[in-house]
């Protein structure tokens, strides 16, 4: 039963099961004690320490573990806001940073402070100029993520630091996604992580602060985790986090070469195997295990539905999969299809079989979900050369991908050079008409408010 | 090798072993995916949820899983004082919270919040009628822990519940040293739990949130744990952690009456076995398995380090043993002896000839390091009747319990009705001069600044 969707959570690795099991017993004592439990407690997570900073290429003073990587994320942007309050209370972030990012900064924006989000490319990348142009005089933080966790992408780490190096202000890196593969390069100041991203527990987040950065612990604190983390140490899973993440680092180079040749696999066969399919994210500089696709016509709850009968296991930004009904922050930020979106994140260790058999099994799935949904088959049918110039269709109220598959219906009933609006509320038509039209060759002509929803106009091309 | 400091942490329970072993494997993914591990965590996190509210005594929905006991207690006070932000910033606590709890409050007060900090007896239990004095028109929030941390004392919650139900105050119950014994009752509003502490694994604690209870969770939030705690959850020790309660509930009534019993023993042989020792706390109203005393003319750390090398893991309030050279909040507002302070606290399960033991090597201990600290044996010496009225003592850079043995060696040096002075600057001074004369018979004067630290007056009545 294979899992795809180790960017989400991966499977506990062998190496922090023995770990976890290892330290049950010599590490459920309070480490700030004096008596002998208290001592072999501290022991094991000064041990762990040394090895995780040495995974995240920091002294093992400047590392505090955190209940979760979330945790991490906002310890790491409060307490470095708060550092440096006097310098000013802006902050810059990436639009298509993890919700733990993008919730901190909306937090910041209600508290008072202001915030700038740099925009991304198609790939999902920020420019570094772009980047250092958001720096100000006032600007207390900047975040940027390693590698995005929903199209891979590696952001410019290393352009960015020097950058914020320059203007002097710290770089926070949310390293969730690619601590596993390797360090993060470049100068950053803060950097956060999660350990079941990589094979660990839940339950532990990583938070390096360099030394010489300001930061200011927000909220009641106490003397655990250098001030930076209250509450009570997980010292079990801390120590198998550490050893998870020395295990995986030990088999990155070999499997990184190998699941790189399997995304690549899947990212040239998807688009032969399906009609009407977008790959998403950098071809290239990505992570080597992640690669994600957006399908027309299809619905991704109906879509993550067969594929999860057909014993595969992966995720979707698909606005009908999550409970806000509209489509994940990335895919927007992006402006590609969010329609039929499909992330695939391969684990360590994913056999090249169970790929194969995805790419087998994912036609007739998203076959099966277009002929259900009435979705128009192959190209947009032949121009009417009789029919109204003009042409409605009232999509108010229908969601994803119903706007999109009675827009590539009603195509056909203008002739070139017609257009065609579609009234629609649904969120994701915003994304998913002009997506439509750059995939068809069509013509976006913009959107407008309409009575209700939002008319979006198409003109016929070909 | 005698543990006896479960109310740090008590050791993991052989029911959490095997729950978090079970679910390792089916507790890793995502609860809020679809697929089928996703499924599977969600059923494990449900199950769990049900049987930990239950020992709660709550619903279900009304509990939220955190990364740790104090997370909880931080979440719970300012998601409370935020819900209640226009009824106005009063926080109302006792005394002897754990840090959590006062630590949260000092932030509110640096927030611009304001604080009372009701007083507690020498036993250290509130007056419920001191505390519905406290409750005022602008009380957003009152905190009450459940039973003492450092003493053992049982609080009297149900009617303090009931002082802030009428006042239409909402109660925070830190429940922490007494959920394995029972649920709380009385009509709380918001329970907070650490796991760590019955049994269970680091890294769970429990916030519990009646519904009805205006409640506004502070900062960046997720869709996790109804919004009430960000972070990914730690399914496999939350899932330890519930069969934990139940296990440790299901033990609670037979274990409870035997550890009384050992405690109890303790409790009326220590004094016995060691002069000089005063026994702190509720003699009745105390949780079964914890017993705190206070030995004249010994500090705290060598006290330890001495019961440690007899493999007697104990924990301490002394001063001497904490870094901030106070001694513990909790003796202070008891105003008890602080100097050779020594928490026992019975994990289950403690075998009576542990305890016997205990009993048997601590005079020598305490005898062995009076005898290095050149303690004065046995009662103050005779009265000089040729002696001066008066005599100082000068104990500036001295720490405890240096001052207060030399002014055990001075008394002897004036006659009866004249008044030794001690100069000291050490905090634990201001509490165990006036414990001294308190357990010696001899009247304390009080205490004014001196040129360099405090004078402490003392006069001699026998």
Redesign the interface.
């Known amino acids: ?1 294979p ?1 795809f ?1 180790a960017a ?5 690795h062998p190496v922090a ?1 023995q770990a ?2 290892a330290s ?2 010599e590490g ?3 480490p700030a ?6 001592r072999r407690a501290r022991l094991l997570l000064d041990a762990a320490r040394e090895a995780a900073a040495e995974a995240v290429g920091c002294r093992p003073d400047e590392l505090s573990f ?6 991490a994320v ?1 310890l790491g942007i ?1 307490g470095s806001l708060s550092g440096r309050r006097r310098v000013g209370r802006h902050l810059v972030v990436s639009a298509v940073e993890h ?2 990012v993008l ?2 900064a ?2 910041h924006e209600s508290d008072g402070g202001s915030v700038t989000r740099v925009a991304v490319d198609r790939t999902g990348r920020v420019s570094p100029d772009a980047y250092a142009e958001a720096l100000r005089g006032d600007t207390a933080l900047a975040c940027l993520q390693s590698a995005n966790h929903e199209v891979g992408t590696l952001q410019p780490v290393a352009e960015v630091a020097e950058a914020c190096r320059a203007a002097g202000v710290p770089l926070l890196v949310d390293a969730a996604q690619s601590l596993a593969w390797g360090p993060v390069e470049g100068a950053w100041s803060i950097l956060a992580a ?1 350990a ?1 991203k990589w094979g660990g ?5 990583l938070l390096a602060v360099r030394k010489g950065v300001r930061f200011a612990p927000q ?5 655990r985790e250098s001030g930076r983390a ?8 801390i120590v198998a986090a550490a050893a998870a993440l020395r295990a995986v680092r030990a088999e990155a180079a070999a499997e990184s070469v190998r699941l790189r040749a399997l995304v690549e696999r899947i990212r040239a066969r998807v688009g032969e195997l399906v009609p009407d399919v977008e790959v998403v994210g950098d071809p290239v500089r990505r992570l080597p295990h992640l690669v994600t696709f957006s399908c027309l016509y299809v619905d991704g ?1 109906s879509l ?2 067969e ?2 009968r057909a ?5 979707s930004g698909s606005s009908c ?1 999550s ?1 806000t009904l509209t489509p994940s922050h990335v895919l927007r930020a992006m402006g590609v299809l969010s329609e039929g979106n499909v992330r695939v994140s391969l684990p360590l260790g994913t056999a090249e079989r169970d790929v194969e058999r995805f790419l087998e099994v994912l036609p007739g799935v998203v076959a099966s979900v277009r002929a259900r949904l009435g979705a128009p088959a192959g190209a947009s049918g032949a121009a009417d050369p009789a029919g109204a110039e003009e042409f409605t269709v009232d999509s108010l109220g229908r969601l994803c991908p119903i706007p999109v598959i009675e827009l590539a219906k009603a195509i056909g009933r203008v002739p070139v050079g017609g257009v065609v609006t579609v009234l629609a509320d649904d969120e994701a038509a915003r994304l998913d008409i002009p997506a439509w039209c750059e995939m068809r060759g069509q013509e976006y002509l913009g959107e407008h408010p309409a009575e209700r929803g939002v008319a979006y106009r198409v003109r016929r091309t070909g």
């Open positions: 039963m899992y969707d989400s959570s991966a499977p506990l099961r976890l099991q049950l017993d459920w004592a309070d004690r004096l008596y002998r439990e208290g955190t209940g979760s990587g979330t945790r906002h409060y919700s733990s919730h901190s909306a937090s999660s079941h527990p839940a339950g532990v987040g909220g009641p604190v106490d003397e209250p509450g009570f140490e997980n010292i079990p899973a709850e993550l539905h594929l999860d014993e595969f296991s992966v995720s999969t409970s």
